[in-house]
């Protein structure tokens, strides 16, 4: 451990008589989410900035609408707080680098009433390297590395920019997503290439995994699941798919965006036996996830159809915005539907691990 | 003893002040920025209307590209002439 990089964190120090009164001391301040922290001590703080070779005050972004800055020093000491090891610190240095990108627009849907919460979606070497897995309950704390690593970015959230429920966070309900929602693609066993290779326009070997690590962040509400497990047709999979976005239009929010679909194995096979491409089923979806206003007058929403209800409204601005997703556990005709924020107010966007927006 | 970093900004979390109330609506040129939502468009202009009976030269309602974005350059740029400024959320 480097002395003089201990030496270099600005941060204010605190004593504490030992690790209980650390955790009362730090409820009491209302620092943590309430379940146990490690102690970020210096020590610990600079391993973290050691292992992805950054300096402590490292300007990873700037909260866009109260100008405050983020350093590297804070995001790893609230990656030490959430149960963090220091191979896990550059996946959240990114996930926090892309948050704080002009086009993720984070006051919106940190404050709004809408209560999103955060997917991060983890390519590349950094998913080994963190220790994380994307199969088995991908979407329900079957991966412990996912889970602090989602849990680093919302103390970010909560200790650096004050995003707490009441005081930012004004969301009226939330939804368990907001407690952690983050998975590793599962590139090994994926017909397509990585997501993040895909939308930053790289070239990779489906099922290979992808050289570049990158974490794309999505602004988005709670996952909406489907089933089908009695049909290996691609069109009625994804008939299911678009099914779900359109419920979600009617009884959710009309405005398109960047939506998630989450494939697990059992209907990724049926889709790659029958040749079809990442950009195959975002053309299908594209079509097939659409409705028209007037529809929103059989679910109790008449009053704000005024003259428009003839209009058609797609699910996905363009197909691009559809982000399909390979993770899940290798059995179960299942599949998830996580619709943004709200349109495109927030938009999806993906980093690589190690790049630097806005500093 | 242990020996812990502050997880916090750190920062005061109010560095901006308001400027002072006014003590009177004559004469005032007063901003009125909405958020964009639909409801906020007949809730400003009754606010608007209520303005001007109590007394403002000029209400000057504006509307945010972005509700989730701060306010464009050249609201900022309108607000050096306001003496006062309505701001809010709207749903």
Redesign the interface.
């Known amino acids: 451990m480097s002395t003089s990089l201990t030496s270099q ?1 600005q ?9 209980a ?2 955790q009362a001391w ?1 409820r009491e301040r209302g ?1 943590t989410d309430g379940l146990p922290v490690v ?4 020590e610990r ?1 600079a391993s973290f900035l050691e292992w992805a070779v950054l300096p402590p005050d490292h300007l990873v972004g700037i909260e ?2 109260r100008g ?1 800055a983020v350093t590297a ?2 995001v790893a ?2 990656a030490v ?1 959430a149960g963090c090891s220091p191979a896990q610190f550059p996946v959240i240095v990114t996930a926090v680098t892309a948050l704080l990108a002009d086009e993720f ?1 984070l ?3 940190t404050a ?2 809408g209560g999103a919460g955060i997917l991060l979606v983890v390519n590349g070497p950094a998913r080994a390297e963190a220790g994380m897995t994307g199969t088995f309950s991908a979407l329900g704390a079957g991966d412990p590395a996912a889970t602090v690593i989602a849990r680093a970015v919302r ?1 970010v959230l909560a ?4 995003v707490r429920p009441g005081g930012i966070d004004r969301s009226t309900l939330g939804h368990p997503g907001k407690l952690g929602f983050c998975v590793a693609e599962d590139e090994e066993h994926s017909p397509w290439p990585a997501l993040a290779a895909d939308r930053l326009g790289l070239a990779a070997t489906p099922g290979t995994g992808s050289d570049v690590s990158a974490v794309t962040a999505l602004a988005a509400m709670g996952p909406r699941q489907i089933m089908n497990e009695w049909t290996t047709e691609p069109e009625e999979i994804l008939d299911t798919f678009a099914a779900e976005m359109r419920a979600n239009m009617r009884h959710y929010s009309i405005w398109g965006g960047d939506y998630a679909l989450i494939i697990p194995p059992q209907l990724r096979d049926h889709l790659a036996a029958a040749g079809w491409s990442r950009a195959d089923i975002q053309r299908y979806i594209h079509e097939r996830a659409r409705i028209n206003r007037s529809e929103w007058a059989e679910v109790g929403k008449g009053s ?1 159809v005024m003259d428009k209800g003839d209009r058609s409204y797609a699910a996905l601005p363009s197909a691009d915005d559809l982000l399909v997703i390979a993770a899940g556990g290798p059995a179960g005709g299942f599949g998830a539907v996580i619709p943004p924020w709200l349109g495109t ?2 938009r999806a966007v993906t980093v690589p691990v190690g790049a630097c927006v806005n500093c | ?11 005061d ?1 109010e560095p901006f002040t308001r400027a002072p109330r006014l003590a009177a609506l004559d004469g005032a040129v007063v901003g009125v920025v909405s958020n964009g939502k ?1 409801g906020t468009g007949p809730f400003f202009a009754a606010l608007a209307e209520a303005l001007r009976r109590r007394g403002a030269a000029e209400v000057d309602v504006v509307v945010k590209a ?5 306010a464009e350059r050249a609201v900022m740029d309108r607000a050096a002439r306001w003496h006062a400024l309505v701001s809010g959320i709207g ?1």
């Open positions: 964190l941060s204010a120090r605190h004593q504490v008589a030992d690790d009164d650390l730090l620092w102690p970020p001590t210096p703080v866009p609408v405050r020093e804070k000491i609230n707080l627009a006051h919106g849907p709004s009433t103390l200790n650096v920019l004050d704000v107010k927030s | 003893m242990l020996e812990i970093l502050d997880p916090t900004h750190g920062e979390p639909q972005n509700y989730s974005a701060p749903d």
